[in-house]
């Protein structure tokens, strides 16, 4: 049976791959988007929704484990980036 740094360098490595494999790359195009000055639509706003909640569940990971704090921090940054800028963007189309 693994040893409890065993277990959870195997789950800070499968979260680092999620991260940069599926993650990322899709927040990464959401902020593209509301950067061009587009409003998210329906689908957009679904995987903004389930970003955040998967960043809710590694930042309950990030509680016990220090070393990943920093990197959850940083996506929450990125996702309070892009829900302000897509607010911004869709006052400005309703005023239009």
């Given at each position: 049976?693994?040893?409890?740094?065993?277990?959870?360098?195997?789950?800070?490595?499968?979260?680092?791959?999620?991260?940069?494999?599926?993650?990322?790359?899709?927040?990464?195009?959401?902020?593209?988007?509301?950067?061009?000055?587009?409003?998210?639509?329906?689908?957009?706003?679904?995987?903004?929704?389930?970003?955040?909640?998967?960043?809710t569940s590694n930042t309950r990971l990030a509680k016990d484990h220090p070393d990943v704090h920093l990197l959850c921090g940083r996506m929450a940054s990125l996702y309070s980036e892009i829900t302000s800028k897509a607010l911004e963007n869709q006052e400005k189309e309703s005023g239009s």
């Open positions: 049976m693994p040893n409890k740094s065993m277990k959870d360098l195997g789950i800070k490595q499968v979260l680092l791959e999620r991260l940069n494999t599926q993650i990322l790359p899709r927040a990464l195009g959401l902020k593209a988007k509301v950067d061009r000055g587009e409003c998210l639509n329906d689908q957009d706003l679904q995987l903004l929704k389930v970003l955040l909640d998967d960043a």
